[in-house]
């Protein structure tokens, strides 16, 4: 069973930082590609970023520079440092997983910026 927890998300002012955290059972954490995905309002489902089980990153670029992804194996955590945060970050922000070659998602935690 995919199980992935996200933590983190909350209320913060525009400029200032939040981490995000998701804890994955080992069994889809270990050599998987781990990445954050997010959804605005009712748009699709965005990718934010990914981290490869050998540690290499990809961001889009509306991100890049302000958010940084990391994991920590020992722990099958991933976290999304997000920094300079603004009004368009607004979004619930789901922790994923690349198993077998598909997505596997948590529940997903809100992330909201005020102005």
């Known amino acids: 069973q995919v199980q992935l927890v996200e933590s983190g998300g909350g209320l913060v002012q525009a400029g200032g930082s939040l981490r995000l955290s998701c804890a994955a059972s080992?069994?889809?954490?270990?050599?998987?590609?781990m990445g954050w995905y997010r959804q605005i309002s009712r748009k699709q489902r965005e990718l934010v970023a990914t981290?490869?089980?050998?540690?290499?990153?990809n961001y889009a670029d509306s991100v890049k520079g302000r958010f940084t992804i990391s994991r920590d194996n020992a722990k099958n955590t991933v976290y999304l440092q997000m920094n300079s945060l603004k009004s368009e970050d607004i979004a619930v922000y789901y922790c994923?997983?690349?198993?077998?070659?598909?997505?596997?998602w948590g529940q997903g935690t809100q992330v909201t910026v005020s102005s």
């Open positions: 994923a997983a690349n198993v077998g070659g598909r997505w596997r």
């Open positions: 080992g069994s889809i954490f270990s050599g998987n590609t």
């Open positions: 981290v490869t089980s050998g540690g290499s990153t």
